[in-house]
């Protein structure tokens, strides 16, 4: 009796803490190139956003290629950056995290200065079209 235990807290072992752990390193962990660029006051937004949102987003500054929700880059980054976009954008994430998307994404998935947090991430780094004259980020020019 006590072998099928031992098994199934192997088993558990590995689905609750190894395979999390190998997918934040080969995803973008917070300490993964995509963060380095990220502003210092951005780092708990990014790591909040890397484990709750990067499985189902994608976002070229949290190094998160999530298929199911849509590219966060692409939804949002449709304009230069300016503050009012910027803000914009924050409330439009900040409103989604809330309160959910028609079923299809949960509601408070993160919430209270958790939810802000990523909100404020995500409205500051997305890949935001570049001003004319200026350089595209080194992100977007990456294979």
């Not at 956003?49 to 849509?70: E, M, R």
């Amino acid at each position: 009796m006590k072998k099928p235990i031992g098994l199934f807290i192997a088993f558990a072992a590995i689905c609750l803490v190894l395979i999390p752990f190998w997918a934040l390193q080969s995803k973008g962990g917070a300490d993964a190139s995509p963060g380095s660029t990220v502003p210092a006051d951005n780092q708990q937004g990014l790591a909040i956003f890397q484990i709750n949102c990067g499985s189902c987003h994608t976002l070229a500054a949290a190094g998160t290629d999530g298929k199911i929700g849509p590219n966060l880059d692409q939804l949002l980054g449709t304009g230069q950056k300016s503050p009012q976009v910027v803000q914009g954008n924050y409330t439009r994430v900040l409103a989604a995290v809330n309160g959910g998307i028609g079923g299809r994404m949960p509601k408070e998935l993160v919430q209270g200065d958790q939810a802000k947090l990523v909100a404020h991430f995500v409205a500051n780094n997305v890949s935001y079209v570049p001003a004319s004259g200026s350089t595209p980020p080194s992100s977007s020019s990456s294979p």
